[in-house]
Structures are given as C-alpha cells and as structure tokens.
C-alpha cells in the first residue's frame, strides 16, 4: 500500500514495436487503473538484453516505447512511468533474490525453455534468471496486484514462492502479489493464424498491427487476414479468423459480440474487414499523432524520465534497506 491505495506494478519489454495486441490487450486497460491504485509501470529494459540487442536500436526502442505508454493515456503525473535501468535497485534486489530462488524452480519456466530453443545460440544466465529479475521488480515496490497475460503467470507464482520463502526466514518483508485480473484485456490472435497470439516478435508482419502502422496498411493488412469459407459472420470458436476480428472490432468499438454479429448480419467478410481496418485506424490515429508531438519535446520527455525514476527509486530504497537489513548486511553509514 502506498496511503491508502494498492499498488500496481507492470512493464514491457521494449524491443520490436508494440502491437494492437498490446494495446488492446494490457497498455489500454491500464490507462483506467490510475485513479483506484498507484501505479508503477516500468519500461523493462534489463530484460531485453537477455537476448542480444543492437545499441542504437535498442535505445531508440526503449524511448519510444515510454513515450507510447504516455501516447496511449497514462498520465505521468499519475502513473510513474520509467526505465527499469535507471532505478538500480531492481538490479540489486535480484540478486538477493537470485540467492533464494532454487535452479530446480527455474528449470520448470515454460518461457525460458521456448525462448533457449528459439535462440540456442545465446542461452545465457540472464535468460535463466529472467524471472528473478521480474520477481524483484514486483516486489520492490510491494505491489499488492500485478496485471499479466496468460504467458506471465508463471512468472507471478515463481515470484510469490519466492516472496513467501523469504517473508517465513525473516518475517514480513515482502507483499505477496496477485495476478490483477480486470475487465478482461481483450485477447489478440495473430491476423496470418487466428490460433495464435499476435506477437512483437512475429516474423511475418502481415500477422500483427503495429500501433506505428498508417491507415493504408492496416487497411491492407485486414484485407488480408486470414478468415474461412464459411462466409458468415458468427462469433464461435471454429471460426477462429472471425472471431479474432469480432474481438477487435468490439474493442475499438466497445460494442459486445452480439451486437458486432447483428451490426453484420448478412454483410460479406470484404465490408466487415474494411469496418474493422477502419475501426482500428481510428483507434490508433490519435495515439500516432500524440506520440509524434511528443516525440518532438524532447525536454518534456527527459522531465518524466528523471522525474518519475526519482519517484520510483525513493519506493524501490525503501524496500531494499528494509531488506538488506533483515537479511544481515551491515548498513551503510550515511
Ligand atoms: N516479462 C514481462 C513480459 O515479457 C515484462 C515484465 C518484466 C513484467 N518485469 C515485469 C511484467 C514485472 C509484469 C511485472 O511481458
């Protein structure tokens, strides 16, 4: 608790460019928390190195994956909004962590044995001590309730293991986090194979929305979203092309399935696809002109930058000297 208020805690990663899925799926959802809860999103950027990263790239990312989040709705005045690199405390309480998280635990990550086939080239210690470093960003900031996806959960329960581990050796010292389970994120499949979740790292881009992405190629790239023979617009699971599209549609739209079917009743797939490309362009067309504006002050976004890691390193100091203190250390002499 921070006053009154649960604490949030999220973040992404910040390589390739966020998706529809994204948007739709986490970044929108957490545009509502900010007045209920105090809110920490971060912009992950010790985790991205697990995989290997091209400086300039990999900095230019990180930028404008922080001016996103403020593009999209989070105020930063109401949200702290950082880099997860800038608030060194993550760095230093994972490691402690790393001390109380068994290899046995971590040898079950479902993500680390994916992503070590995916790049067998470059299985290094941070890719296996990943949800470490996760753990301790959430716990850091003793946040009572963390949104995820699906893919995540594991990563919350190993995080709360640890956390309860630790709190039965030396009492309380951690918040045991929940999953924030809230109106349900709109879940986005990939737009080329309905059956699977549209992806940053997707190799074909024709499969996902780029929240970057012009009114003409969104347009396109409905077009050619992979649907059925059927010719009927249902909202089932055997029409997964569908389906998916109905989702989206009702997410820009914020009307319901049913009422996205009875909208197209009788109408072909070709004018559905083009009501949703529309329907996501409009959605999209204010994001992209206010992260355009913003993108240009240059000094606004570094007053955020500073600002908010302040705020967020004076939370994180906190839980990290309590810690090191009933760990053992001896404390520093200030
Ligand atoms: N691992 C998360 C992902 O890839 C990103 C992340 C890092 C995160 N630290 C977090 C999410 C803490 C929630 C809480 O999506």
Redesign the pocket.
């Known amino acids: 608790m921070i006053g009154d208020k649960k604490v949030i805690?999220?973040?992404?990663?910040s390589t390739g460019s966020l998706t529809l899925g994204n948007y739709l799926g986490a970044l929108k959802n957490w545009v509502s928390l900010c007045e209920e809860y105090e809110c920490f999103y971060?912009v992950?950027d010790l985790?991205s190195i697990t995989l290997r990263q091209d400086p300039a790239q990999f900095r230019k990312s990180a930028r404008n994956l922080l001016t996103l989040y403020i593009a999209a709705g989070l105020d930063p005045h109401k949200n702290c909004i950082y880099f997860?690199s800038h608030v060194p405390q993550h760095a230093q309480l994972a490691w402690v962590l790393n001390c109380f998280t068994y290899m046995g635990e971590l040898n079950r990550m479902t993500?680390f044995k994916d992503k070590s086939a995916k790049h067998s080239d470059n299985i290094n210690a941070g890719l296996y001590t990943?949800p470490v470093?996760?753990a301790a960003?959430?716990l850091l900031f003793q946040?009572d309730l963390?949104?995820?996806?699906k893919?995540?959960l594991q990563?919350?329960e190993i995080t709360r293991d640890i956390a309860q581990r630790v709190n039965a050796i030396y009492g309380d010292v951690f918040t045991i986090p929940e999953p924030y389970i809230g109106k349900a994120g709109a879940k986005i499949m990939s737009l080329q194979d309905p059956t699977k979740k549209m992806s940053k790292s997707d190799e074909n881009p024709n499969a996902s929305i780029y929240l970057t992405d012009d009114k003409d190629t969104v347009i396109r790239k409905f077009k050619r979203a992979v649907t059925d023979s059927e010719a009927n617009i249902a909202y089932n699971d055997e029409q997964a092309g569908i389906h998916n599209l109905i989702d989206i549609y009702g997410a820009c739209t914020g009307k319901t399935p049913d009422e996205v079917v009875r909208e197209f009743n009788g109408k072909g797939y070709g004018d559905f696809k083009m009501a949703v490309g529309e329907a996501v362009a409009d959605t999209l067309s204010p994001i992209q002109t206010r992260f355009d504006e913003l993108s240009k002050d240059k000094a606004y976004i570094d007053s955020i930058i500073k600002d908010n890691a302040e705020k967020a390193s004076y939370y994180a100091e906190k839980t990290l000297r309590k810690v090191m203190k009933k760990v053992g250390f001896t404390e520093k002499i200030r």
Do not use: T
């Open positions: 805690l999220s973040g992404m990663q971060m992950a985790h997860q993500q990943y470093l996760m960003d959430i946040s963390v949104p995820v996806g893919d995540q990563h919350l």
